[in-house]
């Protein structure tokens, strides 16, 4: 019995040791692929001069602030949204959106002027946005158990503020770090397709972990990643902070911070007015088929025994619209020398063509389309928007514009998914989509006729102020040498 007993201990150990031999080589090799990982994402980020100038650091900052949102985003949803009952949920998200909506209708006029002032430390502004998010989602984290709503609409409502707070200060300094071989609509491309990769991962990383641990557990862990981003931003290189100026030039009267789209120019008000469209449509469409599949009233969920039931319905138009961003990222990247006003047109153009598409035809591949084209829309007009508005824009003013066009288009997302929750009710895709496919169609011409007006007005001053050659009265008598009459 010794014997067989030591025998059984000494094949115990022996397991064991294997055992511990085989996790530690799991370890190393994830820690090894880990490592790979980071280094291919790191020449990614800084090639093209990226590391010279800060752009390399900017977009794994903005990768992180990408990375805690989404981890919010999932928390908030699963609290607030999925958690009840179809019927329940209409009435705090259409809260939600009106409270997401007044502020910035009121904060609008005074986070850009309020960002311009503090252009000499716009890394410590975006440190204090990702510090103010983190303590948030602490306070947030507190009232998941006792489902106190009050807290966490204040918290959503602080976390979106400070959100595009960063944003803003994030696009203002994008001139500042923009290498010589990159330009504009290309850089900020390159941060917005690492953001929504990185958003594309954490979204089932996060929606594992939420179902796992729960949501307060989760919007801890969006704590820390803001904590970690906002000491990272104060790391950002010195020269992304500008100087201040000892005295502005008032603008034809005005003071020059507070801009409205009446006085920003036409190229950057006609990009901000099809952006705008754009938006309009896309949150209309993410809360109309939303509420529409979870009501059963799309044509492939009437059938006895649908594939694509609810969730997998809901799970494939995300994917279309995730990957619909990702493509309009990497077409911004590669139509980086074309003219960013005609890219928003054409966006738009494509939005009204697939929506006129889907009114006719609608179905569940036409909703993937849709989505698809949306999101695509919806990010290359926005990054052609951001480079012509760090074009036309100077210095002193640049983020009072980022701040104005921001609340913009958050007030039309805003809008169209109060639109898309009230035409939901109705259990009729049709006719949601036909009336937007008319408001947009309106929105393309208009700005096709503005554009070609203005295009045709600047040809004119440009031959009154530099007319051409006179004809020639005379035909040319080839016979006669030529010489010149001024000897």
Not at 241 to 269: H, I, M, Q, Y
Not at 434 to 447: E, Q, R
Request: proline residues 5%.
């Amino acid at each position: 019995m010794g014997r067989g007993v030591a025998g059984a201990g000494r094949a115990t150990a022996r397991a064991a040791k294997a055992t511990a031999g085989g996790t530690a080589r799991a370890g190393r090799a994830t820690a090894g692929g880990a490592r790979k990982v980071g280094r291919a994402t790191r020449r990614l980020t800084h090639a093209n001069g990226a590391d010279r100038t800060g752009l390399g650091r900017l977009i794994e900052l903005t990768a992180g602030h990408s990375a805690g949102d989404t981890l919010v985003t999932i928390a908030l949803a699963s609290t607030v949204f999925f958690g009840l009952p179809v019927g329940e949920a209409r009435g705090p998200v259409a809260l939600y959106l009106v409270i997401t909506m007044l502020p910035f209708a009121l904060l609008a006029p005074f986070v850009g002027p309020i960002l311009d002032r503090f252009r000499s430390g716009r890394r410590y502004v975006m440190a204090g946005t990702l510090f103010g998010r983190g303590l948030l989602c602490f306070a947030m984290a507190a009232a998941v158990g006792p489902q106190d709503l009050p807290t966490l609409f204040a918290g959503a409502l602080g976390v979106l503020v400070l959100s595009k707070a960063y944003n803003v200060s994030r696009a203002a300094i994008m001139p500042s770090v923009l290498p010589a071989d990159i330009t504009l609509v290309s850089a900020n491309a390159r941060v917005a397709l690492f953001s929504l990769v990185t958003a594309g991962v954490m979204v089932p990383v996060g929606a594992g972990l939420t179902a796992w641990l729960g949501s307060a557990t989760i919007l801890r862990v969006a704590m820390v990643a803001f904590l970690l981003a906002g000491v990272f931003a104060v790391r950002l290189p010195r020269h992304v902070d500008s100087p201040d100026l000892d005295e502005e030039t008032p603008e034809e009267g005005r003071a020059p911070r507070w801009r409205t789209l009446f006085n920003v120019g036409p190229a950057v008000a006609e990009a901000v007015r099809a952006n705008v469209a754009i938006r309009l449509f896309s949150g209309f469409l993410l809360f109309f088929l939303l509420f529409l599949v979870q009501d059963g009233g799309v044509p492939w969920l009437a059938t006895p025994d649908p594939f694509f039931d609810v969730p997998k319905t809901i799970a494939v138009l995300a994917a279309a619209a995730g990957l619909g961003g990702l493509i309009g990222a990497v077409a911004a990247n590669w139509a980086r020398n074309h003219s960013p006003g005609v890219l928003v047109l054409l966006t738009l153009a494509a939005t009204v063509t697939t929506t006129i598409v889907s009114a006719i035809f609608f179905g569940l591949w036409t909703a993937v389309a849709i989505s698809l084209v949306t999101a695509f829309a919806q990010e290359l007009g926005k990054l052609a928007l951001d480079a012509i508005v760090q074009r036309e824009i100077g210095e002193e003013m640049r983020s009072s514009t980022f701040g104005v066009v921001e609340a913009m288009l958050q007030l039309a997302w805003v809008f169209g998914g109060l639109v898309g929750l009230v035409l939901s009710l109705t259990e009729s895709s049709t006719a949601g989509f036909v009336t937007l496919a008319v408001t947009l169609t309106a929105v393309l011409g208009w700005l096709v006729v503005t554009r070609r007006t203005r295009v045709r007005a600047a040809e004119r001053q440009a031959r009154v102020r530099h007319p051409g050659p006179e004809p020639r009265t005379e035909p040319l008598d080839r016979t006669k040498p030529l010489t010149n009459p001024n000897g």
